[in-house]
């Protein structure tokens, strides 16, 4: 059984351009919530979707940032327009239910780096 | 509001001795779960252990284990017998409404 994935394991942007970040969880899992980690600190929450529904989206910042989790394929994270400050790394979870003691499974991460 | 803080930014351990990861946590909600998760230098989150906010007994996962004192609000964790591997960065979490917040962290550096 395939863990979560991730990629770009790596994506380098200039400055103004759009950022795509996949995210496929792990097989019967419905539910991908995104972190990001800044350097030197922790993650922090994002987003959390469901299939084709974003349940909680009071972590994400309110311009330039989407994200998705459509009927067929992966979550997409877009940031569009990056900035400097949009370096960072960004981390997909998955679990197979909204419930408290559910551990959520981490991806790989994907590191950002805008130039 | 912080909700998960661990106080100690890094901490030096001797193989095979004992180490413990402080983390208090501040909730309103009965019913909550806390994880620790492992962040080696390769950047990968890997979890460790995690305790229910009604479970009775310490959790346990072999040489980790959760010093679980729900009237402090606490939740550290101990690692015993330290290896060079477990040198990295530990993360405290809580999962609350579906989110888990994550503490700053604490790096652990095990010496030979």
């Known amino acids: 059984n395939a863990g979560v994935m991730q990629n770009p394991r790596h994506l380098v942007r200039r400055r103004g351009q759009e950022a795509r970040l996949r995210c496929s969880p792990m097989?019967?899992?419905?539910?991908v919530y995104w972190y990001r980690q800044l350097p030197e600190e922790g993650l922090k929450f994002m987003v959390y979707l469901q299939k084709e529904n974003i349940i909680d989206e009071s972590g994400m910042p309110k311009e330039r940032f989407s994200a998705e989790f459509p009927k067929e394929g992966p979550s997409i994270l877009r940031i569009q327009q990056v900035v400097r400050g949009d370096s960072a790394a960004y981390f997909c979870?998955?679990?197979?239910?909204?419930?408290?003691?559910?551990?959520?499974?981490f991806g790989p991460g994907t590191r950002l780096t805008v130039l | 509001a912080q909700k998960i803080t661990q106080t100690q930014p890094g901490m030096f351990v001797q193989e095979k001795e004992a180490v413990t990861l402080d983390c208090t946590y501040d909730t309103s909600d009965p019913s909550y779960g806390l994880f620790w998760y492992k962040q080696p230098s390769s950047g990968e989150m890997i979890f460790l252990i995690y305790q229910g906010s009604y479970d009775q007994q310490n959790a346990t996962e072999g040489r980790y284990s959760l010093n679980f004192q729900k009237a402090r609000k606490s939740a550290n964790l101990v690692i015993s017998a330290s290896q060079l591997g477990d040198s990295a960065m530990y993360f405290c979490a809580m999962r609350e409404r579906g989110k888990l917040s994550f503490g700053a962290g604490t790096t652990v550096t095990v010496r030979a």
């Open positions: 979870a998955s679990s197979d239910r909204d419930y408290k003691y559910n551990e959520q499974f």
């Open positions: 097989k019967g899992h419905s539910h």
